[in-house]
């Protein structure tokens, strides 16, 4: 068979399921790199080039089934987006207008996926333990009553409605594939930055520790935004130490709490200067420095101004402290967490499939078990 020919036949049997995509999709996936095909929960994945505000808009409504309202929150997830995602602007050749956003690392070895760019032993640890009960709390549980992040006023979106539900039922045992599947539902926008609300838990009580937010607002940086990125970058030990040693030392360098790992892999944040193969960051930033680097990425761009209007929402503000979830450590100082903050740091580290090299991806940033960088762009050679 000719090339050409080859061409048409897949050009005929993807129209099909282009034609009747739906929510949450149900056919085989169409792969234009010629990949095998396999049902991955949505009717297909082809390269399109102008869904960048189709994207943008099912992450705002997703954002905004997630946090109900609440601007700390909504502030935090938007400004995420922007650095993990530009804003929906990413692609990658597995990208679709109906709903799914994979944007795969570009690394061998890699397994950041998706929206939130989550690597998947991060994957496997929030969907055991602890946080598979707060998830299912949070899409109403397995009794399938509709509540939750499933009920039509919580989520009017019903794209991110249907993809809530479905991995609800996984969850719950109730359909497959299993929920440690991270390609099949990370390529889900909904179900992507729910599991990153659910990894971030702990960003709130270090934002509204008096030591971290004192330090943070005397820079002029926002301690709600920068909290929640750290811990999502770094995880909820390595975000913990970073905030704790800039509240105590903040012209400290960043090499006094991150391996080499972590700055060579997140340039963007932790370095001065591009580092070469081989090498280390020849001029890494204070701890400050970096503080400043998160914030104005997160705050600088379009996707929180943008983002906060589709919600109908005001202007960005500085200095917003989330009243839900973790309650804060009463004290002066971050060295002793509080105990529900402990609680959660060791249920995020169960199984072994964390550890302090960092659980999330941002920029170029470093996975489990120092495997090599997880991208949007292309790592600094």
């Not at 996926?113 to 549980?141: D, M």
């Amino acid at each position: 068979m000719t090339l050409k020919r080859l061409l048409i036949l897949v050009a005929i049997l993807c129209l099909p399921l282009m034609a009747h995509a739906n929510p949450i999709g149900a056919g085989q996936a169409c792969y234009k790199d010629g990949a095998s095909n396999r049902n991955f929960g949505t009717d297909f994945f082809v390269h399109v080039s102008n869904c960048a505000e189709t994207n943008r808009q099912n992450m705002y409504s997703a954002i905004g089934s997630l946090t109900q309202g609440n601007p700390a929150q909504t502030q935090a997830m938007l400004g995420m987006l922007q650095v993990e995602n530009s804003c929906g602007g990413a692609q990658s050749n597995r990208a679709s207008c109906n709903g799914t956003y994979t944007v795969a690392a570009t690394c061998s070895g890699c397994t950041a996926f998706g929206a939130a760019q989550i690597i998947r032993p991060t994957w496997n640890g929030l969907v055991s333990g602890e946080s598979k009960q707060y998830l299912i709390s949070q899409l109403g549980g397995c009794g399938g009553t509709g509540a939750g992040l499933t009920n039509p006023q919580t989520t009017p979106n019903g794209t991110i409605r249907g993809q809530y539900e479905i991995f609800r039922q996984s969850l719950c045992g109730q359909r497959s594939p299993a929920p440690t599947d991270q390609r099949y539902y990370g390529s889900l926008v909904g179900v992507s930055l729910l599991m990153a609300k659910a990894h971030n838990r702990p960003a709130d009580a270090l934002a509204r520790n008096a030591s971290i937010s004192g330090a943070l607002t005397s820079a002029g940086l926002d301690a709600n935004g920068v909290s929640y990125y750290a811990t999502h970058n770094l995880g909820a030990g390595g975000g913990r130490s970073f905030l704790t040693a800039l509240a105590n030392n903040p012209n400290a360098s960043v090499t006094t709490v991150l391996s080499s790992n972590i700055i060579k892999y997140n340039p963007g944040l932790y370095c001065g200067s591009r580092i070469r193969s081989g090498q280390t960051c020849p001029n890494p930033l204070t701890l400050q420095q970096a503080a400043q680097r998160m914030h104005n990425t997160l705050y600088s761009s379009s996707c929180m101004t943008n983002g906060l209007a589709a919600l109908g929402m005001g202007a960005p503000q500085m200095g917003l402290v989330n009243s839900d979830g973790i309650v804060a450590d009463a004290s002066n100082s971050v060295v002793a967490m509080s105990g529900e903050l402990a609680a959660l740091e060791q249920a995020q580290n169960q199984g072994g499939a964390v550890s302090e090299e960092g659980q999330v991806s941002g920029y170029c940033s470093t996975s489990v078990n120092a495997e090599k960088p997880d991208s949007l762009e292309s790592c600094p050679e």
